[in-house]
């Protein structure tokens, strides 16, 4: 299988010649990624540049991180871009892709009603506003799906001292879906709810309620890519699913996302290596 500096070279070559590549002509792969980078408006914002650059058309399946890993280790995908960094890890020492590489980052925060039942508005120690939610049994709504944003609400529990499996009350409501039907019912019940920033910002239907606690680095958030690899799925269209890769890692990638804001407000900041040779 070609390597990375292989691929790297054919995509700087064809960048620089500004062609279109042979390969990709008539090509489509798929991309599992995750709600917050579909729900962003961020795919709307860069696709269209990387389609025109080399013809390749990519369909997103917007999921929580669990499944579009659970879809990329079934072969239904070609290409995984999520925001779990240790479940990512474990997808690539699995075997069901040989590297994983950052793309970008952003933050979490977390979201409540401006009466702000838990006293916890304007703080920055997420651990400390979690017990304060648990302690007062502020009304809290989790996303519940195994995403990476699931993910890390329930390592933000634990580093605050909860279990929340055990320390869950009716206070604590798990939903099962994603981040814009989580904001929508902590809208609607005057709840806690931790967000990515990015959605929140592309979020209209915000009702009474604001972000409370921002800026722990407990917050950050760091998304990351990987093909699946062909030699467990030989149906995976490695080639063109690479130089998607390559093209987003890139420094006209790396732009395009910076460049990505809502509202004057930057919603994704690039921080892939940039090491070619």
Excluded at 174 to 184: K, R, S, V
Excluded at 200 to 211: A, K, T
Excluded at 227 to 232: R, S
């Amino acid at each position: 299988m070609p390597t990375r500096r292989t691929f790297s070279s054919l995509v700087m070559l064809l960048m620089l010649c500004g062609g279109t590549p042979a390969l990709a002509q008539d090509q489509a792969i798929v991309v599992a990624s995750t709600t917050s980078t579909q729900d962003s408006g961020l795919f709307d914002h860069i696709l269209p540049v990387f389609e025109a650059k080399t013809g390749i058309d990519v369909k997103v399946v917007a999921q929580g991180t669990g499944q579009a890993l659970d879809t990329g280790r079934r072969g239904d995908a070609d290409v995984v871009f999520v925001h779990a960094k240790a479940q990512e890890e474990k997808f690539v020492e699995e075997g069901f892709a040989t590297e994983r590489f950052d793309v970008m980052y952003n933050d979490f925060v977390l979201v409540g009603p401006k009466s702000d039942p838990a006293g916890i508005s304007g703080t920055k120690d997420i651990a400390a506003a979690l017990i304060e939610i648990r302690t007062r049994e502020a009304p809290f709504v989790s996303r519940g799906d195994k995403s990476g944003t699931h993910s890390a609400e329930i390592r933000l529990w634990k580093e605050a001292g909860l279990d929340i499996g055990t320390a869950k009350g009716q206070w604590y409501r798990e939903i099962g879906q994603g981040m814009g039907a989580a904001l929508n019912t902590a809208s609607a019940m005057n709840a806690y709810v931790l967000s990515d920033r990015a959605t929140w910002l592309s979020f209209r239907n915000r009702g009474d309620l604001g972000i409370v606690v921002e800026g722990d680095k407990r917050l950050f958030n760091q998304y990351g890519i990987m093909l699946v690899n062909p030699e467990k799925h030989p149906n995976v269209k490695a080639e063109a699913g690479q130089l998607f890769i390559e093209w987003l890692i890139s420094p006209e990638g790396q732009a395009s996302i910076g460049e990505y804001k809502i509202g004057g407000q930057q919603l994704f900041f690039p921080n892939a290596e940039q090491e070619r040779s």
